[in-house]
């Protein structure tokens, strides 16, 4: 069987002709084998300026935060962790209201927060699942 299925793509840098052709694939698949089709997280905002809208927004937030003597990344939401060969434990730090998150409660030791390295890997896995920025401090 052969269908011809017009798609279109749009992309600041010039990948419009990929994506279109991308787009076409995905919304054959969907309509010759009746699968769910959602939202495309991939997609660029729908219009010029609502993108250098959004732009703006992120370079203000930067600036902001470079004028107050935060870093520019000040506004992601971030853990860093360090780890302690020696006495086979990590030491979390970084965002106070997600250090207060119940996950983490139970290490909390003396105002640190330590893990021991056995429930580490475990504990890592569930906050980078909550979708949060986790940093080595020994690899910044």
């Given at each position: 069987m052969e269908y011809d299925i017009p798609g279109s793509g749009f992309d600041y840098?010039?990948?419009?002709?990929?994506?279109?052709?991308?787009?076409?694939?995905?919304?054959?698949?969907?309509?010759?084998?009746?699968?769910?089709?959602?939202?495309?997280?991939?997609?660029?905002?729908?219009?010029?300026?609502?993108?250098?809208?959004?732009?703006?927004?992120?370079v203000d937030s930067k600036l902001a935060n470079?004028?107050?003597?935060?870093?520019?990344?000040?506004?992601?939401?971030?853990?860093?962790?360090?780890?302690?060969?020696?006495?086979k434990t990590v030491e979390l730090t970084g965002d106070k209201e997600l250090l207060r998150d119940p996950l983490l409660k139970r290490f909390k030791l003396m105002g640190k927060f330590i893990v021991k390295e056995a429930e580490w890997d475990a504990l890592k896995m569930k906050i980078e699942e909550a979708g949060v920025t986790l940093s080595n401090l020994r690899t910044q």
């Open positions: 840098d010039s990948k419009g002709t990929a994506k279109a052709l991308t787009d076409s694939r995905k919304n054959a698949m969907i309509l010759l084998f009746n699968l769910k089709g959602g939202d495309d997280p991939e997609r660029a905002p729908a219009t010029r300026v609502e993108a250098q809208q959004s732009r703006e927004e992120v470079a004028a107050a003597g935060r870093g520019i990344d000040a506004d992601v939401r971030k853990l860093f962790y360090e780890i302690f060969p020696e006495s």
